[in-house]
Nanobody, 123 residues
Framework: QVQLVESGGGLVQAGGSLRLSCAAS????????MGWFRQAPGKEREFVAA????????YYENSVKGRFFISRDDAKNTVYLQMNSLKPEDTAVYYC????????????????WGQGTQVTVSS
């Protein structure tokens, strides 16, 4: 069992940056692939980024490539999402999730989810 708690959301102007953190409980964090998803008002939740258990592979949704960067610190049981050059269309609730096995971009393959943190980008 893994519990995930996101933090770092907030209100930022377009062009600004935020770093989201996701702290995980449990001793098996290093064996999970980790992902970030987001859900904007009135829209379905969508994949944003993922990182493999080793940290050696990362995956990004096309609209965030070159602006968002995912990383992990297994010593701290934490995964991060550095978000730069934020746009109003990045406004959403951001969720982190843990994947035991499956496809990093597939929401349905993730076993554990956090409660989410709100990110609002003003124009």
């Amino acid at each position: 069992q893994v519990q995930l708690v996101e933090s770092g959301g907030g209100l930022v102007q377009a062009g600004g940056s935020l770093r989201l953190s996701c702290a995980a409980s449990g001793r098996t964090f290093s064996s999970y692939h980790m992902g970030w998803f987001r859900q904007a008002p009135g829209k379905e939740r969508e994949f944003v980024a993922a990182i493999s258990w080793s940290g050696g592979n990362t995956y990004y949704e096309n609209s965030v490539k070159g602006r968002f960067f995912i990383s992990r610190d297994d010593a701290k049981n934490t995964v991060y999402l550095q978000m730069n050059s934020l746009k109003p269309e990045d406004t959403a609730v951001y969720y982190c999730a843990a994947l035991i096995s499956g496809f990093p971009r597939a929401e349905g393959d993730y076993a554990y989810w956090g409660q989410g943190t709100q990110v609002t980008v003003s124009s």
